[in-house]
Every structure is written in structure tokens, then in C-alpha cells.
């Protein structure tokens, strides 16, 4: 059938800045829209799921300190994959990174925890897991600056790496990990120094602080240093980086490992806050890979990613409570993530290109005329 017109999509010289804002807006509101639309359809009432997740991720004091609570390591492995997608690196496995930064977190604490006082034993902890995920992501930086092979690949490849030695560390009889004479496997608790108190009654720690100012600090780093602007122009045009004298190898491996370190003091955080020890519970629960739904949201802005780590823990906190208050599926959260992600992809299309509507008989004389 022929239409009297059709869709052209033009690629835009200049983006507006109001579409910074709006895209990801308007992307989280289609989602919505999407997300109600599908709990209708299953025999769902939109309003009062909406409801309870707002009220209970958002607007009582117990959901909110919990969602800022779980945005402490969702900010982590979202920054840690904006960082890498600066300079159009595709750090996919941040999931894998957290599970080593965790490991080696537990044992810093285990080690040195009746050794040192807490506020040397704290950041010894969280260095420890910064440094594990860095060196877990050693292998697929120096592959990809020196033979070009696709960190999508092996980084995802480490992932399934890193979740079976936790489950080794924990299902193994006799790990230096593993509680003894418990009934069902779990993880040994690391001393009282190894760990933050968390504030008031609630699951929110200090750590969530640190991480914020960690994420402003980034931004500055990228926007500000000369660092940051050997990524840009690295990103922008490799052969005039080339030219200039930049090392885009160097760079890459710097850039890689300073991700993974990222992702690795996310699973670091978790064990001087909310778990206190390796727990293999954390494979199913894919913060790193909400890591990358995070940055892609906030468009690699590290500063931004605060907002957006905040909206998905609150997302997830009050989706995890929906059945206990109600009937509805606890999934509901997961299943608005993706629609989330799915939006803001497909929004930038309109950030970047503008779209016309083209009659049919203009097209046809344009088309004639080329």
C-alpha cells in the first residue's frame, strides 16, 4: 500500500541541550506508560501498583533509606561502566568485577580484621575490592589495546568466571570463606572492624556519601582534567589523537582498569555495609548488570547517575515489596528497568536525528532529481 507520505529521519548538526533532559525523561515516562499497560493487560490495576512502589521505594522513611542504601553499589557499577563508555569502551562485565571486588573485600577483612582498627580496617577493605577488580579486568584491557579484541566478549566471558569461584569459595568444605558448623553453606562474618555502622535504623551507610562525591569527582576528572580530555579525544577521532602524541593503548588500559576498580569497590561496599561477608545470594542479583542500564540512562554523565542510580534502587526496592503488601509480581520492578533501557536507546535516536514527514510526491521528485 502506498502512503502519501513518509518518515525521514535527518541527523541533527547541533543537539539541543533541552534534549539532554527530556530524552531521559520522557523516556522513563513511556516506560511507565508501557509498564502499566502490561500490568493491565495481565489483570493488574496501573494506579495501585504504581502506588505501592512510589510509597514504598520513595515516600516513607523506611523506603527511602532503603533505596539509598541499595543506590550505594548501583552508583558504583554505574559510574564504572560510564567511565569505560567515555572513551567508547563497552565494559560488560562489571558484574563479574563486583563479584571479585566482593571476594576481595571478604578477605581483607577476615585477614586483617582482628589486625588493625576500624578506621584503618575500612579502607583497607575497600581498596582491597577496588584493587581486585581491577586486576580482574587486566586481561581484556591489555587484549583489547594491544590485539583490538572485543572487551564486550571477554569481559562478559570473566563474569561467569568470577560467579563460579564464589560459589567455590562458599560450597567448598574447608574454604577460608565458608562459616563452619552451619547448617546450610554461607559465608564467614568479617570482624565488627571491617564494617560501618549503618546510620540510625536503617540499611543506609556512610559508604552512600563516599560514593556520591566519588561519582561529582569523576565528572570533574572527565570534564576538567587533562586526563579526561586525552579520553575525549581519543574517542572523538583515534588518528588525530595519534597525531597528537596521545598513547590511545596506554589510555585504554588506564581507562579499563579504573572501570573495573570501580565495580570492584561497589562489591567492596557490601562488605563493610549490608552483607558483612561473601554470600553467593549476590550472582542472582545483577547489580552490575543495572550498572549498565544506570549509565545508559543518565547518558554517561557521572553526576547524573546519582539521579538515575537512585530512581532504579527505588524501582527495586519498591517492586522487592510488592508482594509482600499485595499480590502483585515481584518482578514488576525488573520488568520496568528493561522497558527503561529500552526507551532511552531508542530516545537518543530522537536526540540525535530529527524526524520529518515527507509527502510522497516530494520524495519521488527528490528521488528523480538525485
Given amino acids: 500500500m502506498n502512503l502519501p507520505f513518509r518518515l525521514a529521519f535527518e541527523q541533527r548538526t547541533e543537539t539541543p541541550r533541552r534534549l539532554a533532559v527530556m530524552v531521559p525523561l520522557l523516556s522513563v515516562l513511556a516506560a511507565i506508560v508501557a509498564g502499566g499497560i502490561f500490568l493491565f493487560a495481565t489483570g493488574y490495576s496501573p494506579f495501585e501498583t504504581y502506588s505501592n512502589m512510589l510509597s514504598d521505594g520513595f515516600f516513607s522513611s523506611t523506603g527511602i533509606t532503603d533505596t539509598l542504601g541499595l543506590s550505594t553499589v548501583l552508583i558504583c557499577t554505574g559510574i564504572a561502566a560510564a567511565f569505560a563508555f567515555q572513551m567508547n569502551l563497552y565494559n560488560i562485565g562489571g558484574e563479574g568485577q563486583l563479584y571479585l571486588g566482593m571476594i576481595g573485600g571478604a578477605w581483607a577483612g577476615l585477614f586483617f580484621g582482628d589486625r588493625l582498627p576500624g578506621f584503618v580496617m575500612i579502607p583497607v577493605v575497600l581498596l582491597v575490592g577496588a584493587a581486585c577488580g581491577a586486576l580482574w579486568i587486566a586481561l581484556p584491557a591489555f587484549v583489547r589495546a594491544r590485539l583490538g579484541t572485543s572487551e564486550i566478549v571477554t569481559t562478559l ?214
Avoid: C
Wanted: glycine share 12%.
Fill in 157 to 370: 566471558l570473566l563474569t561467569y568466571i568470577g560467579a563460579s569461584l564464589v560459589n567455590h569459595f562458599i560450597y567448598r568444605a574447608g574454604s577460608y570463606f565458608r562459616a563452619p558448623n552451619t547448617l546450610f553453606p554461607q559465608g564467614r562474618q568479617v570482624p565488627d572492624s571491617a564494617m560501618l555502622s549503618p546510620l540510625g535504623d536503617t540499611t543506609m551507610y556512610p559508604t552512600f556519601f563516599m560514593v556520591t562525591v566519588l561519582a561529582v569527582f569523576l565528572w570533574w576528572v572527565v570534564r576538567r582534567t587533562e586526563f579526561g580530555y586525552r579520553i575525549q579525544v581519543i574517542s572523538d577521532s583515534p588518528r588525530a589523537a595519534r597525531y597528537a602524541g596521545i598513547s590511545a593503548q596506554r589510555t585504554t588500559v588506564q581507562v579499563m582498569m579504573i572501570s573495573g576498580a570501580l565495580s570492584g569497590l561497589g562489591g567492596a561496599t557490601l562488605i563493610v555495609g549490608t552483607f558483612g561477608r561473601l554470600d553467593p545470594g549476590i550472582v542472582v542479583l545483577g547489580y552490575g548488570y543495572a550498572g549498565i542500564v544506570i549509565a545508559a540512562l543518565a547518558r554517561n554523565n557521572m553526576a547524573a547517575i546519582i539521579v538515575s542510580g537512585i530512581l532504579f534502587a527505588g524501582l527495586r526496592t519498591g517492586g522487592d515489596k510488592l508482594q509482600i503488601s499485595t499480590d502483585t509480581p515481584i518482578h514488576i520492578g525488573v520488568m520496568l528497568q528493561g522497558a527503561i533501557l529500552l526507551f532511552a536507546l531508542g530516545g537518543e535516536a530522537f536526540r540525535r536525528y530529527r524526524v520529518r514527514v515527507v509527502r510522497a510526491q516530494t520524495a519521488t521528485a527528490q528521488g528523480a532529481a538525485q
